[in-house]
């Protein structure tokens, strides 16, 4: 080999170190496990960094409200517990289970959508989207986007054959979005509208439906939000000040200039955890919609991309999840439900460093909020469950034991999946030669019943025998 041809030292030795740093995740990686270890870790450093996140953006609000710089992270602490509750019995279910009643799931939701637009319901910030019992406070919205991914998955998947055929694609998961649809935007809630959306179109993108589909959805999407945009004006002002943000930077575009102010005070480093100045009151709704900004101030630029190195870590693994497996309903429930939590943590985030318009939709684990926790954290139980669920993981499982988090957890060993059993087509009656028509019926009337069972298990040579008697 001649000096030209020659890999340079320098350039040889920088690929063997980043091959000596990948190796050894890529061997993890491999591992049975690898996708249900990989997702808890995330899960748990989303719950916690959440919390810490929580408490230093509402203290001072909380202590101007109720006297103790406590009282919000103390109700976040007890949503965490009771979203840790749903999380291991999303992680114990069968997935038999959740096809089974997914239906009942969906009523229950459509019924409680109903429910929450009559005097039951609660209007709070200006949407009547609210069930408050015993002082909790939940929107049943955030329930129905779950209930409504488990049942349209289970749909779709046993129609997949039927897939290239528009009425069987649409009916009935379109008409029930689109009822849905209408009654939260009746609440009204369009950032809950809009993840619904996200829902539908995972759904039917995982699917395999055409892609001229989605053109088509996307158009009518799109001609929908500026028709609502247009029938009410604080709609019209959140598009005006998302198009030209110092147009009313004391009204409208108040809240989204603010949060740019603190993520430019953060900088690199950040003013340091609990040092920020935006949760003085000048930067309202900052424990919830708006909790990223206090991030980027607090913990600069390197806190937030932590924040989005996590939930790219949740997209990834979540598509391994989806990928891995083979049943074809773990695969598009797992597709579906990543692409709504990371969809939702990137409007959020867009909106916050001014790249989309307002929306009010939170920050999956970090925001503050009792429905959007815990359903958050069924997503994960989910998720976890169907990673216990890998081939690979289930044969594991089977011959090594539950390992140290199944025993610690208590988790039952996932059944492999089993493909529907394919029913053979009815074989036609062979008809009879001209001149031999009593003969043949007579045959077929004697040992035509028989003769056809021997042939659904002996396959030609049946054939054959049925030839021979007619002849």
Same mark, same amino acid.
């Given at each position: ?46 719950? =916690? ?16 409200k ?6 919000v992270?103390?109700?976040q602490v ?6 840790? /509750? ?43 989207s ?48 689109l ?18 959306? =996200? ?24 001609? /929908? ?24 930077p ?38 919830n919609?708006?909790?990223f ?23 990834y ?117 001209? /001149? ?36």
């Open positions: 080999m001649t000096t030209a041809t020659r890999p340079a030292p320098k350039r040889a030795a920088r690929k063997r170190a980043g091959l000596g740093v990948l190796s050894p995740l890529t061997a993890w990686l491999t591992r049975p496990l690898a996708s249900f270890h990989l997702l808890l870790a995330v899960f748990g450093l989303l719950t =916690i960094f959440g919390l810490v996140m929580v408490l230093s953006a509402s203290s001072v609000d909380a202590f101007n109720d006297g103790s710089s406590y009282s992270f103390s109700k007890m949503y965490c517990l009771a979203g840790l /509750g749903v999380f291991y019995a999303a992680l114990r279910i069968p997935v038999r289970l959740m096809r089974r009643y997914s239906l009942i799931l969906l009523t229950i939701c459509l019924g409680l959508l109903v429910a929450v637009l009559t005097p039951l319901g609660a209007n709070i910030n200006g949407a009547k609210w069930f408050v019992v015993a002082g909790v406070s939940f929107q049943p919205v955030e329930f129905a986007k779950i209930a409504f991914a488990l049942w349209g998955a289970h749909v779709l998947v046993t129609k997949r054959g039927l897939m290239t055929q528009y009425r069987h694609l649409l009916v009935p998961v379109v008409p029930a979005a009822l849905m649809f209408t009654l939260v935007m009746m609440q009204p809630d369009l950032g809950s509208t809009i993840t619904l959306f =996200i829902v539908l179109l995972a759904l039917l993108w995982f699917a395999g439906a055409p892609l001229r589909l989605f053109v088509v959805m996307l158009l009518g999407a799109v001609t /929908g939000g500026v028709a609502l945009a247009m029938v009410a004006d604080y709609r019209m002002a959140r598009l005006t000040s998302f198009l030209d943000p110092l147009g009313d004391s009204g409208s575009g108040y809240q989204a200039r603010q949060s740019l102010f603190a993520l430019a005070d953060g900088g690199l480093f950040g003013r340091g955890l609990g040092q920020g100045w935006s949760k003085w009151q000048y930067l309202p709704n900052v424990h919609d708006f909790i900004a206090v991030i980027g101030e607090e913990l600069g630029f390197v806190g937030c991309a932590i924040v989005l190195m996590l939930f790219a870590t949740t997209a693994v979540g598509m391994r999840i989806a990928f891995r497996n083979t049943d074809p309903y773990i695969r598009l429930v797992s597709a579906t439900l990543t692409v709504w939590l990371v969809g939702q943590a990137i409007i959020n985030v867009g909106y916050v460093v001014g790249l989309l318009p307002t929306t009010g939709l939170p920050l999956p684990l970090i925001s503050s909020g009792g429905s959007s926790v815990v359903t958050t954290m069924l997503v994960f139980g989910l998720l976890a469950n169907f990673a216990r669920h890998e081939p690979e993981a289930i044969a594991a499982l089977r011959s090594l034991g539950p390992g140290r988090v199944g025993k610690l957890l208590r988790l039952p060993t996932p059944a492999p999946y089993r493909p529907p059993a394919k029913r053979r087509p009815a074989r036609p009656t062979p008809r009879s030669r001209p /001149g031999a028509k009593s003969s043949g019926a007579a045959a077929t009337r004697r040992g035509g019943g028989s003769t056809r069972a021997r042939g659904t298990r002996s396959g030609p040579g049946s054939r054959a025998q049925t030839r021979g008697g007619h002849r």
